[in-house]
């Protein structure tokens, strides 16, 4: 959906290296997400957010963090890089109701 | 541990084709399910399946929902090229923090001409 963005949408990034991911949402959501894909593993949920004030961890937290800025912005970084952190990374937002909307996708490469 | 199993892993069909993708599940409150189609990027809305809505139809989609055995399936009837995706089933538990969705491995069909 064009109302959730995300950059950048490719990145290529050292081991080692501090990056940042970003998204940003026009929806007007309250719940925002973070996962990350890998081939044959599906999504797997990294961080979320219920309200500026709530981040929780999800199912594979370990080597990363998260900023909520504002309701419209939840920043995904990696503190350090590796390389099995190489992987498709999307955004999602909902509302009260279950169904969640994604981002375009940032595809991570750490070299 | 919530668990949401999906097959076959990946499939191969001919336009024309009828295809069932299954997806079965295991979690402690089950609040509801959802497909979606990812094609080249990010995952896009196809169903939801709750307790009060079971079964759900959309042109040449279809889905179902069998709460006894814990699963669904996905029907596409008439495939296209264009149904080339993976499709993802994803399923709440409304015990483990609601709002959360814990997603399949995926189906990757290809559908050729």
């Known amino acids: 959906d064009a109302d959730v963005t995300q950059t950048p949408r490719n990145r290529i990034t050292k081991t080692g290296k501090r990056i940042m991911l970003e998204c940003s949402q026009t929806?007007?959501?309250?719940?925002m997400y973070w996962y990350r894909q890998d081939p044959g593993l599906g999504l797997r949920l990294i961080y979320y957010s219920f309200d500026v004030k709530d981040i929780n961890k999800g199912e594979i937290s370990d080597g990363y963090s998260v900023s909520r800025q504002a309701q419209a912005k939840f920043s995904l970084s990696l503190e350090s890089a590796i390389p099995n952190q190489t992987a498709l990374y999307f955004c999602a937002t909902s509302d009260f109701g279950t169904r969640q909307y994604f981002g375009p996708g940032t595809r991570l490469t750490v070299t | 541990e919530d668990k949401v199993v999906q097959s076959p892993l990946s499939l191969v069909v001919h336009e024309g084709d009828t295809v069932t993708l299954n997806c079965s599940y295991e979690?402690?409150?089950?609040?509801?399910l959802l497909w979606y189609k990812q094609e080249k990027k990010a995952p896009t809305f196809l169903f939801m399946l709750?307790?009060?809505?079971i079964e759900k139809k959309s042109g040449r989609l279809s889905s179902i929902l069998d709460k006894k055995e814990l699963s669904s399936i996905l029907n596409i009837t008439a495939t296209q090229t264009g149904d080339s995706a993976i499709y993802l089933c994803?399923?709440?538990?409304?015990?483990?923090?609601?709002?959360?969705?814990?997603f399949g491995k995926g189906t990757k069909l290809s559908v050729i001409p």
């Open positions: 929806k007007g959501h309250d719940r």
């Open positions: 709750t307790s009060s809505g």
């Open positions: 994803a399923v709440e538990d409304s015990g483990a923090g609601s709002y959360q969705l814990t």
């Open positions: 979690v402690t409150n089950f609040r509801s």
